[in-house]
């Protein structure tokens, strides 16, 4: 079945770590978009992907970094610079206008 | 940029009862979409709507694409247990292909 397969379900981060949250879709979709979202609050866009080897900053970009080095794959890393990471992380995809298809999402939790 | 007024906030409703939520906008959006979000899992996309004026029903769902372009609301009739969970509502311009701006969501509760 196609979809989009986020991984792992929980992570844990020690403090001054960076950690990369994995996103992988076989939908053949062309863009890919990495949200934050916190309790109570709606969803908050990181970076976006729109072509492979291309992507741009979101509304929360500082202290995350991206790649989409192929189609399939549009990796989050979590910067040790990113002050306060809690929280959960979703990884969409779509093709032209369509409407964004969402993973099941990475609870990043701080020990 | 663009903002969505998503509301209400929370619903705590009574089985059986309909539910009605909405979203407004400063802008006007070319398609408007729904999403349910389920504890721990990612939003599914309940109704799509690409018109003005257009209402399309999803079973005892049914959503409404604005006139104005600037608002859409989502009903839910006889609602039951399985409804709980939290509402998103998202809406797209052509000018930004696929990029959705997202509402903050309405979490409703239904009691049995």
């Known amino acids: 079945d196609g979809g989009i397969t986020q991984s792992p379900k929980y992570l844990f981060r020690k403090e001054g770590q960076n950690v990369t949250l994995s996103c992988e879709q076989n939908l053949n979709h062309d863009a890919m978009y990495w949200y934050r979202q916190d309790p109570g609050q709606g969803l908050r866009l990181i970076y976006y992907s729109q072509i492979v080897n291309d992507f741009q900053k979101g509304d929360i970009a500082e202290g995350y970094s991206v790649s989409r080095e192929k189609k399939e794959s549009f990796p989050l890393t979590v910067t040790s610079a990113q002050k306060n990471p809690t929280a959960f992380y979703l990884c969409?995809?779509?093709?032209?206008?369509?409407?964004?298809?969402f993973g099941d999402g990475t609870r990043l939790s701080i020990l | 940029g663009q903002q969505l007024n998503q509301s209400p906030q929370s619903m705590f409703i009574q089985e059986g009862e309909d539910v009605s939520m909405n979203c407004t906008s400063s802008s006007i959006f070319n398609t408007w979409l729904w999403y349910k979000q389920e504890p721990g899992e990612g939003p599914v996309l309940l109704i799509a709507?690409?018109?003005?004026?257009e209402l399309t029903s999803n079973g005892r769902l049914t959503a409404q694409f604005g006139i104005t372009r600037k608002d859409s609301f989502l009903n839910i009739s006889a609602s039951i247990p399985s409804d709980v969970g939290i509402y998103f509502c998202?809406?797209?311009?052509?000018?930004?292909?696929?990029?959705?701006?997202f509402g903050d969501g309405t979490t409703l509760t239904v009691k049995p």
């Open positions: 969409a995809s779509c093709r032209g206008n369509q409407p964004q298809h």
């Open positions: 998202a809406g797209q311009s052509n000018t930004n292909a696929g990029k959705s701006t």
């Open positions: 709507l690409y018109k003005a004026g």
